[in-house]
């Protein structure tokens, strides 16, 4: 089976803080992708990574194809990063290449 | 504004009933994905369409059925519906078929069946 490994499943972090979640998957993909979805419900795209390292502001992900690892890192952390970020891949083959998602970590900064 | 389009926003129908749920996808974009999102089954993979082809089916119950018209958007049809139905629809779409030109989400329906 297929499966989308996060951690942790809850993160409460002081406004400032660095922030590490972390993603593990159990078979080759063809890219990992990190998602954000905030109270309201719409989800947003944060990076698609198939191999290295990602930055876009504040935010950084990483990937470990040999260890089938991602994390996403949130540097000085702010009350407006609190939201659920999912990691989702993709696998390759039969012309699809629908996601395949985590449970997601919900993350409260708190000011 | 991702530049996909879900409607309704809200909705709410009674069991037995039949909704149907529209997605307009990014200019440009031919692929449309569907993805149910439930509090206890978390985000799941519906059906994909690609240039009004149907190209993979997912945990899509017998219930639903979709399809995607000559101008690219598509409609999501829930049927018999079901006090376990009641979750957020998204759907998302995407330039191509091959896995690497990522996606852009819809900001949902919230379908409440009661």
């Known amino acids: 089976k297929n499966e989308v490994e996060q951690s942790p499943q809850n993160l409460t972090a002081q406004e400032g803080e660095f922030i590490t979640i972390n993603c593990s998957y159990s078979v080759g993909i063809s890219a990992l992708h990190w998602l954000q979805q905030h109270p309201g419900g719409g989800i947003v795209s944060l990076f698609m990574?198939?191999?290295g390292k990602k930055k876009h502001g504040r935010l950084i992900a990483t990937i470990n194809i040999q260890e089938k690892h991602s994390s996403l890192h949130i540097t000085a952390s702010h009350p407006r990063d609190s939201a659920v970020y999912i990691c989702a891949v993709t696998y390759s083959g039969a012309g699809s290449y629908q996601l395949t998602f985590g449970k997601g970590t919900k993350l409260s900064v708190i000011p | 504004d991702s530049g996909v389009t879900q409607t309704p926003k809200h909705l709410i129908t009674a069991t037995g009933q039949r909704v149907t749920l529209r997605c307009s996808p990014r200019s440009g974009d031919l692929s449309v994905y569907w993805y149910q999102q439930s509090l206890d089954q978390g985000l799941q993979f519906l059906i994909h369409y690609y240039n009004g082809e149907e190209r993979a089916k997912g945990n899509i119950l017998e219930r639903f059925s979709a399809q995607q018209f000559p101008d690219l958007h598509s409609e999501l049809n829930l049927s018999s519906l079901e006090l376990g139905d009641s979750a957020l629809y998204f759907c998302?779409?995407?330039?191509?078929?091959?896995?690497?030109?990522?996606?852009?989400f819809g900001s949902g329906t919230r379908l409440t069946v009661v």
């Open positions: 990574l198939s191999s």
């Open positions: 998302a779409s995407s330039v191509g078929l091959a896995g690497n030109y990522g996606y852009t």
